[in-house]
C-alpha cells in the first residue's frame, strides 16, 4: 500500500518566528519559496565581487534616488520571500523599519547566477512576475550575459532581453544610469 506523504507549508509569518525563537539563525542561507524552506548555495568570489560591484554602481549612482538592498528578504506572498542578491527599493527608509519590503516596494531585483540559473529562471522569476515585481536582472555569470525581464504578467514577463559583452543595460526607472554589461561580468 502506498501513502501519499503531505508536505507541510510554513507561512511568511511561521517562517519568521522560527528565527525569532533560534529554529533558523542569521548564519542560515535559506529563503522561503511558496512555503518550503530553501538553503541557498554559498557565493564563490565571482559572485561576491558581481554583487559587490553592483551594489556599489547603484549605492553611487542613485543617491537619494532609491534605496539599494543587497541580499535582504523581499515578501511577495504569504508564501514566499526570496532573498535576491541586491534590489533597489523605493525610498524612504523609514518605510522598512517596520516592515519586510514587499513586491511594491521593489524598482529592481537582481538575481546573480552561477550554478543557480535554472533555479532563478525557473523558479525565481515566475514569482517576481506574479508579484509583479517590475523589472528583474539575471546576471548568468557562466553564460556571460545579464538578462533583463520587464513588463510583468501572471503568466511571466512580456520582455526579455539578454545582454552580452559589448553591450549595456539601465534600470528601466533609472534610464540615465547605464552600466556595461563587461563591467557587471568582471
Known amino acids: 500500500m502506498s501513502v501519499e506523504l503531505k508536505r507541510r507549508r510554513f507561512t511568511v509569518d511561521e ?3 522560527m ?3 533560534g529554529i533558523l539563525t542569521r548564519g542560515d542561507r535559506v529563503e522561503l519559496i511558496d512555503g518550503e524552506i530553501i538553503e541557498m548555495t554559498a557565493m564563490d568570489a565571482p559572485h561576491l565581487r558581481c554583487v559587490i ?4 554602481t547603484f549605492i553611487r549612482g ?3 534616488r532609491a534605496l539599494v538592498a543587497p541580499q535582504l528578504p523581499l515578501r511577495l506572498t504569504n508564501w514566499t520571500e526570496p532573498e535576491p ?3 533597489l527599493l ?5 518605510r522598512y523599519g517596520q516592515m519586510i519590503p514587499a513586491s511594491r516596494d521593489v524598482l529592481l531585483a537582481v538575481e546573480v547566477a552561477d550554478t543557480t540559473l535554472r533555479y532563478d529562471r525557473g523558479v525565481k522569476l515566475p514569482r517576481y512576475a506574479a508579484a509583479d515585481v517590475p523589472e528583474v536582472w539575471i546576471v548568468d ?3 556571460e550575459a545579464v538578462e533583463v525581464y520587464r513588463e510583468p504578467s501572471t503568466d511571466g514577463y512580456r520582455e526579455s532581453r539578454r545582454l552580452e559583452r559589448g553591450d549595456a543595460v539601465a534600470p528601466a526607472a533609472f534610464p540615465d544610469l547605464v552600466i556595461a554589461v563587461h563591467d557587471i561580468l568582471g
Open 53 to 56: 560591484f553592483l551594489t556599489e
Open 19 to 21: 528565527g525569532e525563537v
Open 62 to 64: 542613485l543617491e537619494g
Open 90 to 94: 523605493r525610498p524612504p527608509l523609514d
Open 141 to 143: 555569470l557562466n553564460g
Open 85 to 87: 542578491d541586491i534590489a
Open 15 to 17: 517562517y519568521h518566528r
